[in-house]
């Protein structure tokens, strides 16, 4: 007996998750996130702030606006289109440029968005933009990150757009160990002569303690979906004063430990050289 059957497909899209915390009495400062910028094209001294926003179809609507103490700004956010991801945007907040236009302060990013009929307002992050210098980056760590592949978390492709983001935390980076490899030739005389030596760099990633927002973006995000991942540091006890963008990748899984009665995590990573050039070898 043949039936006839229909078949049709539909689009599912994640929503945006707006959470907003409950007051169950413990003690909790909303404290912005701090941002610097600088008039120099010093890619450690300029932080971007990326957003974005997976859309059902090209009739919804996606809006980034900043605020400057709850009052428009003559910043105008970019809005782009992710390029393997036709319903997708973004946009990257350049604080050089928020700077240039708006100056110094207390700025909020703010979105708006429809999404198959349903309407969205919502706070992306409050920001502290300060002009860079070395008091005001003292004590922090920075990542800056490119990501440019299928972000399975939001949903979204974002090959070949290659966007740009950076989040500072307290904490420190440096620590570096060259983890010296070594292959030497015995010959008949018995003199041992070298073939390669290899330093293979590592470093360690330690934060303060951190909330979880800084938490969640450094293992969700810069840590675990980057493509390009270039490493900075502002402390004063550092043994190198030479860490700005330093190209590096993960090499050991990042961990956090938390402390009890308490709302903060620390976490620590071991990072190393994306680049694995530092060899001499017989030629």
């Not at 300029?46 to 997976?54: A, E, G, L």
Request: aromatic share 14%; hydrophobic share 35%.
């Amino acid at each position: 007996m043949v039936q006839e059957r229909i078949k049709k497909d539909y689009k599912s899209i994640k929503l945006p998750n707006i959470f907003i915390e409950e007051d169950r009495g413990f003690f909790r400062c909303c404290e912005p996130i701090l941002v610097l910028a600088s008039s120099t094209n010093d890619t450690w001294k300029n932080d971007i702030t990326p957003v974005w926003q997976k859309l059902s179809s090209p009739s919804d609507v996606f809006e980034v606006t900043l605020l400057k103490c709850g009052e428009a700004v003559n910043y105008t956010a970019e809005i782009l289109n992710f390029v393997k991801d036709e319903n997708a945007y973004y946009s990257e907040i350049h604080w050089k440029d928020v700077l240039a236009s708006d100056g110094i302060g207390h700025y909020s990013i703010q979105i708006t968005s429809s999404i198959a009929g349903i309407e969205f307002n919502y706070t992306w992050g409050e920001y502290e933009l300060k002009v860079y210098s070395n008091e005001t980056a003292k004590g922090t760590a920075r990542l800056r990150a490119v990501f440019n592949s299928f972000q399975e978390i939001e949903g979204i492709d974002f090959t070949d757009s290659a966007v740009n983001g950076t989040i500072r935390f307290k904490g420190m980076f440096g620590f570096k160990n060259p983890n010296k490899q070594t292959d030497n030739l015995i010959y008949n005389n018995r003199q041992m002569k070298s073939v390669v030596r290899e330093n293979l760099n590592t470093y360690e990633l330690k934060t303060d303690p951190l909330k979880e927002y800084f938490l969640k973006e450094i293992t969700d995000l810069y840590l675990l979906s980057e493509n390009q991942l270039f490493a900075s540091d502002h402390n004063p006890h550092n043994n190198s004063y030479n860490y700005f963008d330093l190209p590096v990748t993960i090499e050991e899984s990042d961990k956090i430990d938390y402390y009890e009665l308490s709302r903060y995590g620390k976490l620590s990573a071991v990072l190393t050289d994306r680049n694995k050039n530092k060899r001499t070898f017989f030629n």
